[in-house]
Protein backbone atom coordinates (compact mmCIF):
# COMPACT_ATOMS: atom_id res chain seq x y z
CA UNK A 1 0.00 0.00 0.00
CA UNK A 2 1.21 3.62 -0.80
CA UNK A 3 -0.14 6.66 1.00
CA UNK A 4 -0.29 10.17 -0.62
CA UNK A 5 -0.78 13.94 -0.40
CA UNK A 6 -3.03 15.38 -2.67
CA UNK A 7 -5.15 18.76 -3.17
CA UNK A 8 -9.11 18.37 -3.71
CA UNK A 9 -9.78 19.55 -6.95
CA UNK A 10 -12.88 21.48 -5.01
CA UNK A 11 -11.43 23.24 -2.45
CA UNK A 12 -8.15 22.81 -2.64
CA UNK A 13 -7.13 21.82 0.75
CA UNK A 14 -4.96 18.92 0.99
CA UNK A 15 -5.64 16.14 2.46
CA UNK A 16 -4.39 12.47 2.24
CA UNK A 17 -5.42 9.33 -0.04
CA UNK A 18 -4.67 5.53 0.07
CA UNK A 19 -3.20 5.15 -3.45
CA UNK A 20 -4.55 1.76 -3.42
CA UNK A 21 -8.40 2.11 -3.45
CA UNK A 22 -9.87 3.59 -7.35
CA UNK A 23 -11.23 6.69 -5.57
CA UNK A 24 -11.82 8.43 -2.45
CA UNK A 25 -13.93 11.93 -0.69
CA UNK A 26 -12.79 15.04 0.58
CA UNK A 27 -13.51 14.81 3.90
CA UNK A 28 -13.46 19.37 3.73
CA UNK A 29 -16.48 19.20 1.37
CA UNK A 30 -17.07 15.40 0.49
CA UNK A 31 -16.09 16.06 -3.70
CA UNK A 32 -15.74 12.42 -4.75
CA UNK A 33 -12.63 12.17 -7.18
CA UNK A 34 -10.91 9.46 -8.89
CA UNK A 35 -6.95 8.96 -8.27
CA UNK A 36 -6.13 7.77 -11.54
CA UNK A 37 -3.71 10.67 -13.48
CA UNK A 38 -3.80 12.90 -9.95
CA UNK A 39 -0.94 15.17 -9.08
CA UNK A 40 0.30 13.79 -5.74
CA UNK A 41 2.41 16.29 -3.78
CA UNK A 42 3.92 14.01 -1.37
CA UNK A 43 3.94 9.81 -1.54
CA UNK A 44 5.38 6.86 1.15
CA UNK A 45 4.46 3.89 1.93
CA UNK A 46 4.42 4.17 5.38
CA UNK A 47 0.87 6.12 6.51
CA UNK A 48 2.55 7.92 9.86
CA UNK A 49 5.24 9.34 7.54
CA UNK A 50 2.68 10.82 5.22
CA UNK A 51 0.31 11.74 8.43
CA UNK A 52 3.60 13.66 9.81
CA UNK A 53 4.09 15.42 6.66
CA UNK A 54 0.88 16.66 6.32
CA UNK A 55 0.64 17.94 9.82
CA UNK A 56 3.68 20.01 9.37
CA UNK A 57 2.41 21.61 5.98
CA UNK A 58 -0.63 21.90 7.90
CA UNK A 59 -0.77 22.08 11.47
CA UNK A 60 -3.72 21.42 13.43
CA UNK A 61 -4.42 24.48 15.28
CA UNK A 62 -6.57 24.06 18.54
CA UNK A 63 -8.93 27.15 18.84
CA UNK A 64 -9.95 27.81 22.58
CA UNK A 65 -13.73 28.69 22.67
CA UNK A 66 -14.25 31.56 24.47
CA UNK A 67 -17.40 31.18 27.03
CA UNK A 68 -19.69 33.25 26.93
CA UNK A 69 -20.56 35.71 29.72
CA UNK A 70 -18.54 35.98 33.27
CA UNK A 71 -17.30 33.49 35.36
CA UNK A 72 -19.93 32.73 38.07
CA UNK A 73 -19.90 34.60 41.75
CA UNK A 74 -18.74 31.59 44.29
CA UNK A 75 -20.91 32.66 46.62
CA UNK A 76 -24.28 32.20 44.13
CA UNK A 77 -22.47 29.02 42.92
CA UNK A 78 -22.21 27.71 47.22
CA UNK A 79 -26.06 29.08 46.92
CA UNK A 80 -27.22 26.81 44.16
CA UNK A 81 -25.80 23.84 45.14
CA UNK A 82 -26.97 24.30 48.52
CA UNK A 83 -30.65 25.11 47.29
CA UNK A 84 -30.31 21.76 45.41
CA UNK A 85 -28.85 19.72 48.55
CA UNK A 86 -31.59 16.55 49.43
CA UNK A 87 -30.74 16.15 52.89
CA UNK A 88 -29.57 18.52 55.92
CA UNK A 89 -26.14 16.73 56.48
CA UNK A 90 -25.10 17.21 52.73
CA UNK A 91 -26.15 20.93 53.09
CA UNK A 92 -24.09 21.36 55.72
CA UNK A 93 -20.95 19.57 54.91
CA UNK A 94 -21.54 21.83 51.47
CA UNK A 95 -21.88 25.17 53.33
CA UNK A 96 -19.03 24.59 55.98
CA UNK A 97 -16.76 23.58 53.00
CA UNK A 98 -17.67 25.93 50.57
CA UNK A 99 -17.73 29.46 53.19
CA UNK A 100 -14.15 27.91 53.82
CA UNK A 101 -12.96 27.50 50.63
CA UNK A 102 -14.41 31.31 49.85
CA UNK A 103 -13.84 33.22 52.59
CA UNK A 104 -10.94 31.31 54.67
CA UNK A 105 -12.47 31.79 57.65
CA UNK A 106 -16.43 32.97 57.68
CA UNK A 107 -18.81 34.39 60.29
CA UNK A 108 -22.43 33.78 61.01
CA UNK A 109 -23.53 36.67 58.86
CA UNK A 110 -21.85 34.79 55.87
CA UNK A 111 -24.15 31.89 56.60
CA UNK A 112 -27.32 34.59 56.52
CA UNK A 113 -25.94 35.46 53.37
CA UNK A 114 -26.59 31.79 52.07
CA UNK A 115 -29.79 31.02 54.57
CA UNK A 116 -30.60 34.18 56.30
CA UNK A 117 -34.22 31.96 58.17
CA UNK A 118 -31.92 29.02 59.43
CA UNK A 119 -28.17 30.60 59.76
CA UNK A 120 -28.42 30.29 63.72
CA UNK A 121 -29.58 26.80 63.26
CA UNK A 122 -27.06 25.85 60.53
CA UNK A 123 -24.00 26.84 62.19
CA UNK A 124 -25.16 24.40 65.69
CA UNK A 125 -25.37 22.15 63.58
CA UNK A 126 -22.02 22.55 62.21
CA UNK A 127 -20.36 22.50 65.68
CA UNK A 128 -22.48 19.24 66.58
CA UNK A 129 -21.23 17.35 63.75
CA UNK A 130 -18.16 19.01 64.38
CA UNK A 131 -17.77 19.76 60.57
CA UNK A 132 -16.35 23.30 61.59
CA UNK A 133 -14.22 24.75 64.63
CA UNK A 134 -14.07 28.30 66.22
CA UNK A 135 -10.53 30.02 65.12
CA UNK A 136 -11.36 33.25 66.31
CA UNK A 137 -14.45 34.39 69.27
CA UNK A 138 -16.85 34.75 65.72
CA UNK A 139 -14.90 33.15 63.15
CA UNK A 140 -15.52 29.47 62.15
CA UNK A 141 -13.26 27.66 59.46
CA UNK A 142 -13.84 23.56 58.11
Known sequence: MTYAIISCGKCKRQRMI???????????????????????????????VVREVLTKV????????KRSGTDPDPLSTVVYRYEHCRDLQSRVKL???GLTDIYGTFTL????????????????TMLELCLVHEVKYGRYRA
Open 18 to 48: DRSSSSSACPYCNNTETHKGIRVIFEDKDQN
Open 58 to 65: HPFKVQEK
Open 95 to 97: LSR
Open 109 to 124: EDIEKVDEKNAEKLLK
